[in-house]
């Protein structure tokens, strides 16, 4: 069975999109924390911080699956999308429908 590849390059620019907008959404909340106890309280700025580093991890996630849209965007211009980079069997559409990045097949991931 052959890749829609329409419908995977719909699916990715989709998640980039998706990505591109969390990521603007949340600049604010990666920003670093103000350290005035006059304003916050110990443990209010200790809250602050874990916010601040939950948001900066999740943004090292979106720039990582930016990243992964890209390469499979590169994939299927090479005519390798759809195909597991370990072992060269089909991905199922399934597969690529819950995660349009996928490059290994379930077996080899």
């Known amino acids: ?54 948001a900066q991890a999740q943004e090292r996630k979106r720039q990582h699956d930016l990243v992964r849209i890209e390469m499979a965007m590169r994939r299927i211009e090479a005519g390798d999308y759809g195909y597991c980079a370990e072992c060269d069997a089909e991905i199922p559409d399934g597969r690529l429908a819950i995660d349009p990045m996928a490059e290994k097949c379930v077996g080899c991931a």
Do not use: H
């Open 1 to 54: 069975m052959a890749v829609d590849l329409k419908l995977a390059k719909t699916r990715l620019e989709t998640r980039r999109r998706e990505l591109e907008a969390q990521s603007a959404e949340t600049g604010e909340a990666r920003q670093a924390v103000e350290l005035d106890q006059q304003s916050v309280g110990r443990l209010s700025r200790m809250d602050a911080m874990q916010t601040q580093a939950m």
